[in-house]
């Protein structure tokens, strides 16, 4: 079992400036994705950004050139710095992680795709 737990988020104005963190906890072994998420009311919950274990980025046409994100694998954290917020960035955002671990001497491997509970951003002047 893996515990994925977000924080960070609240309430912040237009063009202004939101940090998002996410640690995972448990029987990690390793780990090979992690990701926001966010769903806005009514909507479709929709990937805001990924990075791979080798730190190769991804991001939705939406948020770039304003959110970055970045992790650190000895913290098993990951994190989304929001830049130059917008109404439109306001939704409850998800932590997201993918991995495996070791189930035998034989280097058998399971793997885990988890959530975290999300956190809630609100854009508002």
């Known amino acids: 079992q893996v515990q994925l737990v977000e924080s960070g988020g609240g309430l912040v104005q237009p063009g202004g400036s939101l940090r998002l963190s996410c640690v995972a906890s448990?029987?990690?072994?390793?780990?090979?994705?992690m990701g926001w998420y966010r769903q806005a009311p009514g909507k479709q919950r929709e990937l805001v950004a990924s990075i791979t274990n080798g730190g190769s980025t991804n991001y939705a046409d939406s948020v770039t050139g304003r959110f970055t994100i970045s992790k650190d694998n000895a913290k098993n954290s990951v994190y989304l710095e929001m830049n130059r917020v917008k109404f439109d960035d306001t939704a409850v955002y998800y932590c997201?992680?993918?991995?495996?671990?070791?189930?035998?001497?034989?280097?058998?491997?399971?793997?885990?795709?988890?959530w975290g509970q999300g956190t809630q951003v609100t854009v508002s002047s």
């Open positions: 448990g029987r990690i072994g390793t780990i090979n994705d």
């Open positions: 997201h992680a993918k991995g495996s671990f070791v189930i035998s001497v034989e280097g058998a491997t399971r793997k885990w795709d988890y």
